[in-house]
């Protein structure tokens, strides 16, 4: 008995429910995964975690998945090996990288922030806190180039925060935030052109600095740049409330409430139903729908039923954004829509992008799970992850089948365009060397199954909503095990006929190894974590 109560006494400190790990799925079960990842790749480019200590890590701090579809899973377990390569120690704690080679335009430690939203979005479901806050800490404290690109961050780190609960560290972050907000609100100026707040209130930005070069909607009061900054006044307003400071919360709030305002004011087409770019000095909207139009959403800045979700039938269209490799960038049927592999290797005007895949279907998420709206469904949003998943795949010159993510992609062919003219300029030094986008660290896919398919929602509070966009009878099966979320452990799992995990029928949500919500179908439950 004295043993019995050392090990439990042992496992409570460490912090591990008393039940391991694990409460169903089996980690080494998907460590298949991860070798043959290992096996046929070429590692150019260590950094903290080498491939062969890739499991180890993987196995002890991300959430397993276990699904029928196997493309889906496979890129889901492809896409954490990735994320791993990017882990790099440095003098100032870890970061996060986005390319593995050293880039020209990279800041300190070879650090780029412009996806960096998207590397705390994804690795917000790690285990291990110490990698994202040391990587906040960097950004806020340490040196890292905060505004060289549009950012996020406050946004980023209040998702963090709903789930892992850690309030030192957020509160901790807020003075830097504020400060950070404050500075894009002075601006600047690049190319004689204004980063920043103009006097009508309106952020604008050039689309190179929006990480989107050669769009063809170009410069000005873009609707990325404007939600960014409506997403963090809000999340700046949250945080402040946690702190306890009224007035910051209050003064954040009604920024957030003005500048959303001026974007339904300024930047929706009422003619077009969609959000557009609004050029420097001028009073009409440009012409062409781009993708970048569903970014409020992102941040849930449309008022629901106001007729705003109309824009979203555009993802259906193959007149419009929809590809059989990827969701394009711009509408197809515009006259200046491209896809070309002469001149710079990464344009935004056609090809189909990870990135702001990543951010489409992060809002489209938004608009299922906030909206009551039937312009897309459960069914749309399926079919885009499926699109996404085998995106994620390159055909070697034996004409083996590699998963891989890279820089932008042709949508029809699924060619990645970038690697295709970097390989035929010889690896040039000077663009990154070789490979330069291999693993590249520029989008989500692991949050985008967490958070949207199998529907864990993160909550300020001690709830999780669970809603799954799995559609009705598409699968039978599913389970998503290891979620460590609050400091406890969820284990979500669906099953229709009760024989595939012998936990029972219907939609599970047990939290620490104890059955805290239940529905017999796929439909939204909120479950108490206490």
Same mark, same amino acid.
């Given at each position: 008995?004295?043993?019995?109560?050392?090990?439990?006494?042992?496992?409570?400190?460490?912090?591990?429910?008393?039940?391991?790990?694990?409460?169903?799925? @089996?980690?080494?079960?998907? $460590?298949?995964?991860?070798?043959?990842?290992?096996?046929?790749?070429?590692?150019?480019?260590?950094?903290?975690?080498?491939?062969?200590?890739?499991?180890?890590?993987?196995?002890?701090? =991300?959430?397993?998945?276990?699904?029928?579809?196997?493309?889906?899973?496979?890129?889901?377990?492809?896409?954490? %090996?990735?994320?791993?390569?990017?882990?790099?120690?440095?003098?100032?704690?870890?970061?996060? @990288?986005?390319?593995?080679?050293?880039?020209?335009? /990279?800041?300190?430690?070879?650090?780029?922030?412009?996806?960096?939203?998207?590397?705390?979005?994804?690795?917000?479901?790690?285990?291990?806190?110490?990698?994202?806050?040391?990587?906040?800490?960097?950004?806020?404290?340490?040196?890292?180039?905060?505004?060289?690109?549009?950012?996020?961050?406050?946004?980023?780190?209040?998702?963090?925060?709903? #789930?892992?609960?850690?309030?030192?560290?957020?509160?901790?972050?807020?003075? +830097?935030?504020?400060?950070?907000?404050? $500075?894009?609100?002075?601006?600047?100026?690049?190319?004689?052109?204004?980063?920043?707040?103009? /006097?009508?209130?309106?952020?604008?930005?050039?689309?190179?600095?929006?990480?989107?070069?050669?769009?063809?909607?170009? *410069?000005?009061?873009?609707?990325?740049?404007?939600?960014?900054?409506?997403?963090?006044? !809000?999340?700046?307003?949250? =945080?402040?409330?946690?702190?306890?400071?009224?007035?910051?919360?209050?003064?954040?709030?009604?920024?957030?409430?003005?500048?959303?305002?001026?974007?339904?004011?300024?930047?929706?087409?009422?003619? /077009? *139903?969609?959000?557009?770019?609004?050029?420097?000095?001028?009073?009409?909207?440009?012409?062409?729908?781009?993708?970048?139009?569903? @970014?409020?959403?992102?941040?849930?800045?449309?008022?629901?039923?106001?007729?705003?979700?109309?824009?979203?039938?555009?993802?259906?269209?193959?007149?419009?954004?929809?590809?059989?490799?990827?969701?394009?960038?711009?509408?197809?049927? &515009?006259?200046?829509?491209?896809?070309?592999?002469?001149?710079?290797?990464?344009?935004?005007?056609?090809?189909?992008?990870?990135?702001?895949?990543?951010?489409?279907?992060?809002?489209?998420?938004?608009?299922?799970?906030?909206?009551?709206?039937?312009?897309?469904? /459960?069914?749309?949003?399926?079919?885009?992850?499926?699109?996404?998943?085998?995106? &994620?795949?390159?055909?070697?010159?034996?004409?083996?089948?590699?998963?891989?993510?890279?820089? +932008?992609?042709?949508?029809?062919?699924?060619?990645?365009?970038?690697?295709?003219?970097?390989?035929?300029?010889?690896?040039?030094?000077?663009?990154?060397?070789?490979?330069?986008?291999?693993?590249?660290?520029?989008?989500?896919?692991?949050?985008?199954?967490?958070?949207?398919?199998?529907?864990?929602?993160? !909550?300020?509070?001690?709830?999780?909503?669970?809603?799954?966009? #799995?559609?009705?009878?598409?699968?039978? %099966?599913?389970?998503?095990?290891?979620?460590?979320? &609050?400091?406890?452990?969820?284990?979500?799992?669906?099953?229709?006929?009760? *024989? $595939?995990?012998?936990?029972?029928?219907?939609?599970?949500?047990?939290?620490?190894?104890?059955?805290?919500? !239940?529905? *017999?179908?796929? !439909?939204?439950?909120?479950?108490?974590?206490?």
């Amino acid at each position: 008995m004295r043993i019995k109560n050392c090990l439990i006494t042992i496992i409570l400190i460490i912090g591990l429910p008393i039940y391991g790990q694990n409460f169903i799925l @089996t980690p080494n079960d998907y $460590k298949g995964y991860i070798d043959k990842f290992n096996e046929k790749d070429k590692e150019l480019y260590k950094q903290y975690i080498p491939n062969d200590s890739a499991w180890h890590f993987l196995e002890n701090n =991300i959430p397993f998945l276990d699904c029928p579809d196997k493309n889906i899973e496979l890129t889901y377990y492809f896409r954490w %090996w990735t994320y791993r390569k990017h882990i790099k120690n440095t003098p100032d704690g870890y970061i996060i @990288t986005e390319f593995l080679p050293q880039v020209a335009w /990279s800041g300190k430690y070879n650090s780029i922030n412009c996806a960096a939203s998207f590397h705390i979005y994804e690795g917000r479901w790690l285990k291990d806190n110490k990698f994202l806050e040391n990587y906040g800490n960097f950004w806020l404290k340490k040196g890292g180039d905060l505004r060289s690109y549009s950012f996020w961050i406050a946004d980023a780190f209040w998702a963090y925060y709903t #789930v892992k609960k850690d309030t030192s560290f957020i509160t901790g972050l807020l003075p +830097d935030l504020v400060d950070n907000y404050q $500075k894009w609100e002075i601006g600047r100026m690049f190319r004689k052109m204004l980063i920043g707040k103009n /006097s009508d209130g309106l952020f604008s930005t050039v689309d190179d600095r929006d990480a989107m070069e050669m769009s063809i909607g170009g *410069n000005g009061k873009r609707p990325t740049i404007n939600s960014y900054m409506f997403g963090d006044a !809000q999340a700046i307003s949250k =945080i402040a409330h946690i702190a306890g400071d009224k007035k910051l919360e209050f003064l954040y709030a009604a920024k957030a409430d003005t500048l959303k305002a001026l974007v339904l004011k300024n930047l929706w087409d009422k003619n /077009s *139903n969609f959000f557009k770019t609004l050029p420097y000095n001028k009073n009409e909207l440009v012409t062409v729908r781009e993708i970048l139009g569903y @970014t409020p959403w992102y941040f849930n800045l449309p008022p629901p039923n106001s007729g705003y979700e109309k824009a979203w039938e555009f993802i259906k269209s193959d007149q419009y954004f929809y590809a059989p490799y990827g969701l394009t960038t711009t509408e197809r049927n &515009h006259p200046k829509f491209e896809i070309s592999y002469q001149g710079h290797e990464c344009k935004w005007n056609g090809p189909s992008w990870p990135y702001s895949t990543s951010v489409t279907l992060t809002a489209m998420a938004n608009v299922l799970n906030n909206y009551n709206q039937e312009n897309v469904n /459960s069914n749309d949003y399926f079919n885009q992850i499926q699109i996404f998943a085998n995106a &994620h795949r390159r055909v070697d010159e034996k004409g083996n089948i590699l998963p891989w993510i890279d820089e +932008d992609l042709n949508p029809f062919t699924g060619d990645w365009i970038s690697r295709t003219m970097l390989k035929q300029l010889g690896w040039q030094q000077n663009k990154g060397g070789e490979e330069r986008g291999k693993d590249y660290n520029h989008s989500t896919f692991c949050d985008l199954v967490i958070s949207g398919l199998i529907g864990v929602r993160p !909550q300020a509070d001690e709830t999780v909503i669970i809603n799954p966009l #799995v559609p009705v009878g598409v699968w039978d %099966w599913f389970c998503l095990d290891n979620v460590y979320y &609050h400091g406890k452990v969820l284990t979500i799992v669906y099953d229709k006929y009760g *024989n $595939k995990y012998n936990k029972g029928t219907g939609l599970k949500c047990f939290v620490n190894g104890e059955l805290k919500g !239940q529905v *017999n179908s796929l !439909q939204k439950i909120v479950v108490s974590i206490q």
